[in-house]
């Protein structure tokens, strides 16, 4: 009698390739590559159904560290290279990376059509808010004045917030992470893994070369907790070193406001809770920015839908059911004619 023998458990070594890493030393990269490992190991995936795409850009090395399959495709054209990748083969557990110039400027339109079909897919975005493998130009998500080689009076520009862009694509699964926050990342990353569809998950990075620093207002260790704010779904939106913080919408509008509780009669009962399928909230708390409010990490929204390839199969088989049965063989020996109604 045979017995089969139970796969062995893979561990992050496991999804580790023998090609050197090539970031910068001190990238938020290597944070980010080491989380993504780790969750891989945890959720127990095959290493032979799991694919990484990329575009261009530093992210888009990402490929050659995962002991997987992977592509490095184009600039911003990874979504439709996954999507078409998808459609043929809807087993595929499929991952895309991306920048945030790769994804924003010349890919916006490619992400957006990701998003609103709702193809079941990872989308990790590392933003960085600068050009960094071409030497530190300004990017979609760079703030006003940023002094860069192609911006050296500063930026004009009005910078896209991802998260937003992302809701208001239509996306049903939006997330946020930051690269230092090894604890957080992966129960996010997992999240974003069983959500059946579109997942997408913006990943403050930072670029120790050409923007080292940009997010410390709300990332550094003296101002964490007090300028960052975890939201966990049916949870009260509280934050702060004492967790006496917290957000409420100001009376008699839709704007939300921070609070100090037990200050001019404020209770616990004043304080919002998070509602992650709550698509009007996910769009509040995206839009909040450092020092006046607290920076939103964690799964912003999560409302799950009909997905792409699914609906595609259900209509393509409802097509094949509903037309009448075609015999080849009649059809290669009824002449050199037809006739179409």
Request: aromatic share 8%; charged share 20%.
């Amino acid at each position: 009698m045979n017995i089969a023998t139970p796969p062995e458990k893979l561990t992050a070594k496991d999804f580790t390739t023998d090609q050197e890493v090539r970031w910068c030393p001190g990238c938020g990269d290597y944070a980010i590559l080491k989380s993504v490992r780790s969750t891989l190991a945890d959720l127990g995936v095959e290493r032979h159904n799991t694919v990484f795409i990329s575009g261009i850009g530093c992210a888009a090395r990402f490929p050659y560290y995962m002991e997987t399959y992977g592509f490095h495709t184009i600039h911003g054209r990874a979504p439709s290279i996954a999507t078409g990748l998808k459609v043929a083969n809807p087993e595929l557990d499929i991952w895309v990376i991306s920048g945030d110039g790769d994804a924003l400027s010349i890919g916006g339109n490619h992400l957006l059509h990701l998003l609103r079909r709702n193809v079941d897919m990872q989308f990790l975005l590392f933003n960085n808010e600068i050009y960094g493998l071409t030497k530190g130009q300004y990017s979609p998500t760079s703030r006003p004045g940023t002094r860069s080689p192609s911006t050296p009076q500063g930026s004009v520009d009005n910078p896209v917030s991802a998260a937003s862009f992302a809701l208001g694509a239509g996306g049903r699964f939006v997330a946020r992470s930051i690269d230092t926050l090894q604890k957080h990342m992966p129960p996010v990353l997992k999240r974003a893994h069983e959500n059946p569809g579109a997942s997408f998950v913006e990943i403050f990075q930072n670029c120790i070369v050409y923007n080292d620093g940009i997010f410390n207002h709300f990332t550094g260790r003296d101002v964490a907790s007090d300028q960052q704010i975890d939201v966990i779904h049916g949870e009260p939106l509280i934050f702060g070193a004492e967790q006496n913080k917290g957000l409420r919408l100001k009376p008699g509008t839709m704007e939300l406001e921070v609070v100090t509780i037990g200050e001019s009669g404020i209770s616990m009962d004043d304080v919002l809770v998070h509602d992650e399928t709550n698509r009007t909230l996910a769009s509040m708390l995206a839009a909040m920015e450092a020092p006046t409010f607290p920076v939103a990490i964690g799964v912003l929204y999560c409302n799950p839908g009909p997905s792409y390839v699914e609906s595609l199969r259900n209509q393509s088989e409802a097509a094949k059911n509903a037309a009448p049965k075609a015999d080849i063989n009649d059809l290669l020996r009824s002449g050199h004619t037809w006739e179409i109604d």
